[in-house]
């Protein structure tokens, strides 16, 4: 089982707006910046998104992230087939030794 | 920008010690602006950490692999590698190695598929 809680399946039809949650707790998402990462099929994961709601250069504006407390979502505004891909969580974690930890993913699905 | 590569042997026997480098490019291994890190994802699951160096050679290990796990740095050759000794066939994985900024950006290489079995 993962550290942070991810729903593990997401759908939503072209055009449509999709969120994405992630849970965690006050030594991981309540103290630390929180990344997404992206992963198609056979392929590494692409960081999506980094210290909250950033976008590293080259991710569209579709793609945004915001934190409250020990939560974060990732939003996915005009669904586009080429968005159907795995999405994960992640976060430093702040107990004796540092870590990162990760959620489980979502699978979206856009149909 | 950063870019990363991962290389090793892609069967391992079980009992065995899984060794992977990661060689870099684009950036500095010394440098303070990163540190370094392996991650992996056994088929059809989600995302292991497993370990993190740090330019002052401090080091941090998931707690579930740090008896087994070795993390070091080669500034000769623009390196760093993950040594995981006594593997069964559950370190069967994708492992990536990646580079994390101080601007809060990180760099992956494509992975490697390491197979644990006799």
Redesign the interface.
């Known amino acids: 089982q993962?550290v942070l809680t991810q729903p593990p399946s997401a759908s939503g039809t072209p055009g449509q707006r999709v969120t994405i949650s992630c849970s965690g707790s006050s030594s991981n998402i309540g103290s630390n910046?929180v990344?997404w990462?992206q992963q198609l099929p056979g392929?590494?994961?692409?960081?999506l998104i980094?210290?909250n709601n950033?976008r590293?250069s080259g991710v569209p504006d579709r793609f945004s992230g915001s934190k409250s407390g020990t939560s974060a979502s990732l939003a996915i505004s005009g669904l586009q087939s080429e968005d159907e891909a795995d999405y994960?969580c992640?976060a430093w974690n702040a107990t004796l030794?540092?870590?990162?930890?990760?959620?489980?993913?979502t699978k979206l699905t856009v149909l | 920008q950063l870019q990363l590569q991962e290389s090793g042997p892609g069967l391992v026997k079980p009992s065995e010690t899984l060794s992977l480098i990661c060689t870099v490019s684009g950036g500095s291994i010394s440098s303070s602006s990163y540190y370094w890190?392996w991650?992996r994802q056994p088929p059809g699951k989600?995302?292991?950490?497993i370990a993190?160096i740090f330019y002052s050679g401090n080091t941090?290990?998931?707690?579930s692999l740090?008896s087994r796990a070795t993390i070091s740095v080669d500034t000769s050759k623009n390196q760093f590698s993950l040594k995981l000794s006594s593997v069964t066939a559950a370190d069967t994985a994708v492992y990536?190695c990646a580079g994390y900024g101080d601007n809060?950006?990180?760099?992956?290489?494509?992975?490697t598929l390491v197979t644990v079995s006799s």
């Open positions: 993962s910046y990344n990462y392929m590494a994961p692409k960081l980094y210290s950033q590293p994960y992640a030794t540092g870590t990162w930890v990760f959620g489980g993913g | 890190g991650i989600g995302l292991d950490w993190s941090d290990y998931n707690p740090k990536y809060g950006l990180d760099y992956w290489g494509q992975g």
